[in-house]
């Protein structure tokens, strides 16, 4: 995640400040350190780190807190709004406009995921209800056509390339007709480096031909100080609308990917979280500093929600959850629609207080809850109709079987029941109103040790 | 590469001169007295460490050869010495400089610690401290890179075919670096076959069956979608019966904290069982390099590094981080997007651009 690690010493930080007595021009000098070793490390413009933390003093000394906060939480409050304003505060999304077709174009460095993060968009969009086409215009790297269409085809869109001809611009017109039939266009284009004069050249005059209503800057993660220079080239090139983050899913903090922000006044619109084509990410500053102080991020989690489930479902669930009796089947919607979310570590970051918890559980234990997961949807799959809608009618023979046809052993589909019948009892007490502070102490004492999450 | 580092080392060096030479002299004859013997001068050293700035005395063995008092004065006024607090104040400049340049911050640490050890409560002599920094800064450089070097066209002499595997985060540039790599050896007069064994990427086998055409080298391949470690069998396979005397595998881009592609890429190893295990990175990383080799390392065990990007990369701190954290050469630079675009990495010639 963009500046995770920031994320840890961050926390620790923002600990001492609330045990602290005062707040004097040590104890900030002390945050601001932290703040600039913290950044610095991942990769943030040298310069960048040196304004905000300067900004950070300069308010925290000045100004009064208002009535009401103590000095303590206001600094807090003033690094969140630093913080904040750094990442280019309120969230700004691509407005996609009645015309036709709405042309995105993508630019960026060798190798910094430009054809990928099209495929990624292209499922965005064609989801939200609009009809996609991308167009490849790397006529330099070698299959990159073959890429492009490749990937298209996985999302289901249609692909325009010219494997033979070597000029963009030729390209484009080419196919200039067929493109009002889309609500929007992606464009692909070659990589470039921003040293190389012919290469900005070419995008040069791409940008005057095709006037792209955004044109979106990829730029990777892991890039380091050298962001800020390609950045400004390419957006003197043809203006830089917007930037999408990739392969935030290493361990890059995507510090100098800020520094492009900076370069251009563009903020970030999209982030790319892994491989697949739905691993992107809206990116919303409000949120995201809010996940790295460790306040989680309700917005972007509902926002999840409402991806991987509809609505009905969700009513339908929460109704037989609350009657008791729900089986197999809903076991295995609910989690479907938490593979569709994402992996476990990401889901518990955007949820207020857990982002905390997350630090002590070790790593090892979230994958080995993950691969549990993935094992009982197998399971799951092995049960016929009958056996998912009563789950109580599983004898030994049945287990035998399910465990065969599934690839796990018995003891493993034995755990699934005995977690469905633990979850079924606990859905019972809560049902049976004993949600006063007495009955909530008896339901946990009872799950204690035994719920493993 | 290091152009800009260059430029701001000097800048940075030639501040911190400036600000070692204007620390202040306090004259304080009466300790000057007392430090006649080692032992004693221990204990007034720690009580010095407090003040922030002042002259110290003369190096031990002169003071057992009990030198006079005008001596001693004399060589105060021109000797100076800095303590732990001044150290980190006059670093910054150095530390700044070095951040901007991409360097990791755990290799600008080992810069620091040398230094360190040359300046901190040491008789320095005013005049030479420009000399003492960058002779610190050229040995720590040095140091970096003093690993032994690895030949490929030497290595094939004694191997056949000799098996290379191409490993590194997504992007990187291992399908152009390849192409690279094996018409550096066209031109050394040495066979060789490209192995696609990135089954995932979209477009990757043609990416590579494109560079073999031009190259005019056999490419194996499967399917996409089928286990890379099984084409890399055949290819080694196939390079072994028709007699070619280098095998170049490509790999799919993995990031180093995905722990299935990790699995994968070490099955790959296992199966294989390559002579060279090299892994390739961008320049322009910052301080990802760092964990990135490292997990890598971890993983596989490499024994060289590729650079690419080089040309877009006027900072070339990557190659420092890199080299500090894996311990292994870094084999070549990649410079530009045409064939011929790769050289030998120079370690002299780096230094010596460094202007240090």
């Known amino acids: 995640m963009v500046l995770e690690n920031l994320s840890s010493s961050l926390k620790d930080t923002l600990k001492k400040i609330a045990r602290a007595m005062f707040v004097d021009e040590k104890l900030i000098d002390e945050l601001n350190k932290e703040i600039q070793r913290a950044l610095l490390k991942a990769d943030v413009n040298v310069q960048l ?405 | 590469m290091f152009k800009f580092l260059k430029e701001k080392l000097k800048n940075a060096i030639s501040s911190i001169t400036k600000k070692v030479e204007n620390i202040p002299i306090e004259e304080k004859v009466q300790e000057v007295i007392i430090e006649k013997t080692p032992e004693k001068k221990e204990k007034v050293v720690k009580e010095k460490q407090k003040k922030k700035a002042e002259v110290k005395e003369i190096p031990e063995k002169e003071i057992k050869e009990k030198k006079g008092f005008f001596e001693k004065i004399r060589e105060k006024v021109q000797t100076t010495s800095i303590n732990e607090n001044d150290f980190e104040e006059i670093f910054y400049d150095l530390e700044v400089a070095l951040l901007e340049n991409n360097t990791a911050v755990e290799v600008i640490e080992k810069i620091k610690r040398d230094l360190k050890e040359v300046l901190v409560d040491k008789p320095i002599e005013r005049k030479k401290i420009k000399t003492i920094i960058q002779d610190s800064l050229r040995n720590t450089i040095e140091d970096l890179f003093k690993v032994q070097g690895v030949d490929i066209i030497k290595l094939t002499k004694t191997k056949k075919p000799l098996t290379i595997l191409f490993v590194g985060v997504n992007g990187s540039g291992k399908t152009s670096t390849i192409a690279k790599v094996a018409n550096f050896l066209k031109k050394n007069n040495l066979t060789s076959v490209l192995i696609a064994a990135d089954t995932f990427r979209a477009g990757s086998i043609q990416q590579l069956e494109e560079w073999g055409s031009r190259l005019n080298i056999k490419v194996i391949k499967h399917d996409y979608g089928s286990d890379p470690a099984a084409v890399a069998f055949d290819g080694k396979k196939y390079a072994e019966a028709h007699k070619i005397d280098v095998v170049l595998i490509d790999t799919a881009g993995r990031q180093h904290s995905n722990v299935n592609l990790i699995e994968e890429m070490k099955k790959i190893v296992r199966v294989v069982k390559p002579d060279l295990k090299i892994f390739v990175g961008e320049s322009i990383v910052g301080n990802d390099a760092i964990t990135q080799s490292e997990e890598f390392d971890n993983a596989i065990e490499l024994d060289g590094i590729i650079l690419t990007k080089s040309d877009i990369d006027e900072k070339g701190g990557a190659s420092l981080s890199i080299s500090y954290v894996t311990k292994k050469p870094i084999i070549f630079l990649t410079t530009g997007q045409e064939l011929k675009d790769i050289e030998y990495f120079d370690k002299e010639k780096i230094i010596k651009n460094l202007g240090i």
């Open chain 1, 49 to 453: 780190v040196f304004n905000l933390t300067k900004n950070i003093k300069e308010r925290a000394l000045k100004e009064k807190p208002p009535a009401g906060t103590t000095q303590r939480e206001y600094l807090v409050r003033i690094v969140y709004e630093e913080l904040v304003k750094f990442l280019g505060e309120d969230k700004e999304e691509i407005k996609i406009t009645k015309k036709k077709p709405f042309k995105i174009m993508f630019v960026g460095l060798y190798g910094s995921g430009k054809t990928t993060s099209i495929s990624k968009l292209a499922k965005y969009y064609s989801k939200r209800g609009y009809k996609v086409g991308s167009l490849g215009l790397d006529v330099h790297r070698p299959a990159a056509p073959d890429q492009l269409e490749q990937l298209s085809t996985q999302v289901k869109i249609p692909c325009f390339i010219d494997k033979k001809e070597k000029n963009p611009e030729k390209i484009y017109k080419k196919f200039e007709k067929e493109y009002s039939k889309f609500d929007i266009l992606l464009i692909d284009t070659a990589g470039r480096d921003a040293l190389s004069s012919e290469l900005i050249k070419e995008i040069k005059s791409i940008n005057k031909l095709i006037k792209p209503d955004e044109n979106l800057l990829v730029i990777n993660a892991d890039i380091g100080q050298a962001a800020e220079k390609q950045a400004k080239t390419l957006h003197d090139a043809g203006a830089i609308t917007g930037i999408i983050i990739t392969k935030l899913d290493g361990t890059a903090k995507g510090g100098g990917a800020l520094s492009a922000c900076s370069a251009t006044g563009a903020k970030i619109k999209f982030i790319g979280i892994g491989e697949k084509p739905e691993d992107i990410e809206e990116f919303n500053p409000k949120g995201f500093v809010s996940r790295l102080l460790g306040m989680g991020d309700l917005e972007l989690l509902l926002e999840k929600t409402k991806d991987a489930i509809s609505q009905e479902k969700a009513e339908d669930l929460s109704k037989k959850l609350m009657k008791g009796d729900f089986n197999f089947i809903d076991l295995y919607d609910q989690m479907e629609a938490m593979s569709k979310m994402g992996s476990l570590s990401k889901i518990m970051d955007l949820i207020p207080g857990i982002g905390g918890i997350k630090d002590k559980i070790p790593k090892d234990m979230l994958q080995v809850q993950e691969s549990k997961l993935k094992k009982w949807k197998y399971i799951l799959q092995s049960m016929t109709k009958k056996e998912l809608e009563d789950p109580e009618i599983l004898d030994s023979n049945r287990i035998k079987r399910i465990a065969k046809g599934s690839g796990t052993n018995e003891s493993e589909v034995r755990e699934l029941l005995k977690q469905y019948k633990q979850s079924k009892k606990m859905m019972k007490l809560m049902k049976g109103g004993s949600t006063d502070q007495k009955g909530m102490e008896k339901l946990m004492k009872k799950f204690k040790g035994k719920v493993k999450f």
